[in-house]
């Protein structure tokens, strides 16, 4: 006899019909909303990258040890949290969302495409405007630690320029295969907040396997659009450069061309691999097609 809190086979079909129905709903929307929805999509998920930044990365090693990438990893899912509840439209989950559509039969190839790419490019926009208005004219990034810390050196800035150096000094593998386990799990968040039936529920199921991927140095190829970009207008900053010049800061060593090519690219199809077949395939496998209401 199954246990009582055994979910009925039905509710695991449930989950992947609600994925189907949310990737069909995103290939019909206007472009108009579309536009705005990838905007803000970008845009959270950069909140929660600064956020991260100003929380986890000034705290030095010597004295934290991995706890600073602990609280890195334990705020960073603010941004995932707002897009979900507050509505919006992430490229990562729509790898998955979308996918889980065609498989259905429920979108086109062309529907999904052209999905991925308007959801790729206006996430990149909404990142590339936290990074420059809220995080660079700011000022918040080249903020300096008090005296009484014993730091003279921009503490975020520096820790900025040290990630997107790692970030891009990667292999294509490396990216790639870090990419697919990030957007497995970051997927894998999405469709268990299905479940659940009130806004606490969805946090939670959002909170810890978004904080998983990040702890464990998985690479998101939207995260990326923000903290590299923030770091490669830091890193040239005459503000940033007399530091590097004196000593007390790293140089940056990642560029536009990096970030690209070293980065994105390989970040972006692992995310892709991720969603779309560790997730949405494995489970149009598992539940068969669904029938089309």
Same mark, same amino acid.
């Given at each position: 006899? /199954?246990?009582?809190?055994? /979910?009925?086979? +039905?509710?695991?079909?449930?989950l992947?019909?609600?994925?189907?129905?949310?990737?069909?709903?995103?290939?019909?929307?206007?472009?108009?909303?579309?536009?705005?929805?990838?905007?803000?999509?970008?845009?959270? &998920?950069?909140?929660?990258?600064? %956020? #991260?930044?100003?929380?986890?990365?000034?705290l030095?090693?010597?004295?934290?040890?991995?706890?600073?990438?602990?609280?890195?990893?334990?705020?960073?899912?603010?941004?995932l949290?707002?897009?979900? &509840?507050?509505?919006?439209? @992430?490229?990562?989950?729509?790898?998955?969302?979308?996918?889980? #559509?065609? $498989?259905?039969?429920?979108?086109?190839?062309?529907?999904?495409?052209?999905?991925?790419?308007?959801?790729?490019?206006?996430?990149?926009i909404? *990142?590339?405007?936290?990074?420059?208005? @809220?995080?660079? !004219?700011?000022?918040?990034?080249?903020?300096?630690?008090?005296?009484?810390?014993?730091?003279?050196?921009?503490?975020?800035?520096?820790?900025?320029?040290? @990630?997107? =150096?790692?970030k891009?000094? %990667?292999?294509?593998?490396?990216?790639?295969?870090?990419?697919?386990? !990030?957007?497995?799990?970051?997927?894998?968040?999405?469709y268990?907040? $299905?479940?659940?039936?009130?806004?606490?529920?969805?946090?939670?199921?959002?909170w810890?396997?978004?904080?998983?991927?990040?702890?464990?140095?998985?690479?998101?190829?939207?995260? +990326?659009?923000?903290?590299?970009?923030?770091? &490669? %207008?830091?890193?040239?900053? /005459?503000r $940033?450069l007399? %530091?590097?010049?004196?000593?007390?800061?790293?140089?940056?060593? *990642?560029?536009?061309?990096?970030?690209?090519v070293?980065?994105?690219? /390989?970040?972006?199809?692992? =995310?892709?691999?991720?969603g779309?077949?560790?997730? #949405?395939?494995? $489970?149009?496998?598992?539940h068969?097609?669904?029938?089309?209401?």
């Open positions: 006899m /199954p246990e009582q809190n055994t /979910p009925a086979p +039905n509710a695991y079909k449930a992947l019909e609600t994925c189907v129905a949310g990737g069909v709903s995103r290939a019909r929307q206007s472009f108009l909303q579309t536009l705005l929805m990838t905007f803000l999509a970008g845009a959270y &998920i950069a909140l929660g990258g600064f %956020l #991260a930044v100003r929380c986890g990365l000034g030095s090693w010597t004295d934290w040890g991995s706890m600073g990438k602990f609280i890195f990893a334990a705020v960073f899912p603010l941004g949290i707002l897009t979900v &509840i507050c509505g919006a439209d @992430l490229f990562t989950g729509n790898a998955m969302t979308l996918a889980g #559509a065609r $498989y259905n039969g429920r979108v086109s190839w062309l529907e999904l495409l052209r999905s991925w790419i308007f959801a790729w490019l206006g996430n990149f909404g *990142a590339l405007f936290v990074a420059y208005f @809220l995080v660079y !004219c700011t000022g918040l990034i080249f903020e300096k630690m008090p005296a009484a810390a014993g730091l003279s050196a921009m503490p975020w800035a520096d820790a900025l320029v040290k @990630l997107a =150096n790692g891009t000094s %990667l292999s294509f593998s490396e990216a790639f295969w870090r990419g697919v386990g !990030c957007n497995w799990l970051v997927c894998l968040a999405v268990l907040s $299905y479940a659940a039936k009130d806004i606490a529920g969805k946090i939670m199921a959002l810890f396997r978004t904080m998983g991927f990040v702890a464990m140095g998985m690479e998101h190829c939207r995260g +990326n659009m923000f903290f590299i970009p923030a770091a &490669i %207008l830091t890193g040239t900053d /005459p $940033y007399s %530091l590097v010049e004196s000593g007390s800061a790293a140089a940056l060593t *990642a560029d536009w061309g990096k970030f690209f070293d980065n994105l690219i /390989p970040v972006t199809l692992g =995310n892709i691999a991720g779309a077949i560790l997730v #949405a395939l494995i $489970y149009c496998l598992i068969g097609k669904l029938q089309k209401s």
